[in-house]
């Protein structure tokens, strides 16, 4: 798939707002893929898809789960919109000649998981920190990939926990063995 074939794709499917973001992720994620030895090209593809299936309804999400057989956690039931678009999108995707390491790094994007490629770990960190994000502490977060993706990928999967148990909400396992293994 070329970039603009995923930038067509995008456009369909994401409302403008949506797919700035993404383009924002798509640029951050090529600048970390270059510094910590990724292939550029299928960052960027991920940045420009990983949250294809992000504005869809909860029901619809459920449902397209159902008829790719994916499984379904009771805790990715609760929120479906939040846990599964990554997992969705990814197999949705799958059809569309993007490489496996890509395909991966958009289902790992939201919540993460243990063994994650530098792929994956550039695309989860430029979610977290791209350009658009402006909460207390994005620019830092963005200044300190550039210097180490393992201290980047730790500060993106703490912030998440503290949010969480902030708001009360159930973490999902696999954040869980991502901190557990970056903290090992």
Not at 108 to 121: D, F, I, Q, Y
Not at 157 to 170: A, E, Q, S, V, Y
Request: proline share 3%; hydrophobic share 45%.
């Amino acid at each position: 798939m070329t970039e603009s074939q995923a930038e067509a794709l995008a456009t369909v499917r994401m409302s403008a707002e949506l797919l700035e973001h993404c383009r924002g992720v798509a640029r951050l994620a090529a600048a970390l893929a270059r510094r910590w030895g990724a292939p550029t090209d299928e960052a960027v593809l991920g940045g420009l898809l990983h949250d294809y299936c992000r504005e869809m309804s909860a029901e619809h999400i459920l449902g397209r789960c159902s008829e790719l057989g994916l499984p379904v956690s009771a805790l990715e039931r609760l929120r479906p919109v939040q846990l599964l678009h990554a997992r969705l999108a990814a197999a949705e995707l799958a059809s569309q000649s993007l490489g496996a390491g890509c395909l991966d790094a958009i289902a790992r994007h939201t919540v993460g998981g243990a063994g994650m490629s530098v792929l994956a770990r550039c695309l989860y960190v430029a979610d977290t920190a791209e350009p658009g994000r402006t909460y207390k502490g994005a620019a830092e977060l963005r200044e300190l990939a550039g210097e180490s993706l393992d201290d980047a990928l730790k500060a993106c999967t703490r912030r998440t926990l503290l949010h969480l148990i902030d708001r009360g909400r159930p973490i999902h396992p696999d954040t869980i063995a991502l901190y557990n293994e970056l903290a090992g």
